[in-house]
């Protein structure tokens, strides 16, 4: 199999979707991030809605449902994640998908427990991205228009819900750097600067 694949986990507000766009468009291969939610209900004849529910990330209206109830003093994390717990077999009808795009062509995937879904592709890479935390924050006051509070209780409540997403499907544990080829700290060299040193590093490692 020549096709080569190269799964990325981010924190909240680290960038590490923009990375991987911009990664993608130097390799001149495709990114599938929130595009696999459409593709597995095309599958499987679901709204996308029913996978939303189901996504490590909730969708727009979930984000701003959790905005509005960060400033509520009966706001808690069990109630807003409730609402985005994934049934098994929805996380199969997306892994199934995941498998399918690697298999038939080489592509940058962001997150949806992609690192342990292709663990046995022969040629992947695996790439996690932090950042800074006070970065972390003035990048989602800048996204959201919200407070430095809101953005950090932002970042607590999503960075928790991706990690019980990965941790409850995969064996190894979101952000450990043991279950990764690479993890950098975008706060470093910048998003530009972090991918291309990443592009440099995926170079080397899969001889492109």
């Given at each position: 199999?020549?096709?080569?694949v ?15 766009e ?21 599958e ?21 449902h ?14 807003l994640?409730?609402?985005?717990m994934?049934k ?37 890479l695996?790439?996690f ?5 006070e ?16 953005a ?14 990965h941790n409850?499907?995969a064996?190894?544990n ?12 975008s ?10 040193l990443l592009l ?9």
């Open positions: 199999m020549n096709n080569y190269i799964t990325i986990g981010r924190e909240l507000g680290s960038g590490g979707k923009t990375i991987g911009l990664m993608g468009k130097q390799l001149g291969i495709p990114v599938y991030d929130r595009r696999l939610i459409m593709m597995a209900a095309q499987s004849g679901l709204a996308p809605e029913v996978f939303e529910k189901a996504d490590e990330t909730p969708n727009k209206g979930m984000m701003s959790i905005m509005r109830t960060l400033s509520s003093p009966f706001a808690s994390f069990s109630s994640y409730s609402n985005s994934s098994e077999s929805l996380f199969q009808v997306q892994a199934d998908i995941i498998r399918q795009k690697a298999a038939e062509e080489s592509c940058i995937i962001v997150g949806r427990c992609s690192d342990y879904i292709l663990r046995e592709h022969p040629r992947h695996d790439i991205v932090r950042a800074n935390f970065d972390r924050v003035a990048q989602l006051m800048k996204r959201h228009g919200c407070t430095d509070k809101e950090k209780e932002l970042i607590d409540r999503i960075d928790a819900i991706r990690s019980d997403y409850f499907y064996e190894t979101w952000g450990d750097s043991r279950a990764y080829d690479i993890c950098v700290n706060s470093i060299l910048g998003i530009e600067g972090t991918a291309n440099q590093f995926v170079r080397n490692a899969l001889k492109l």
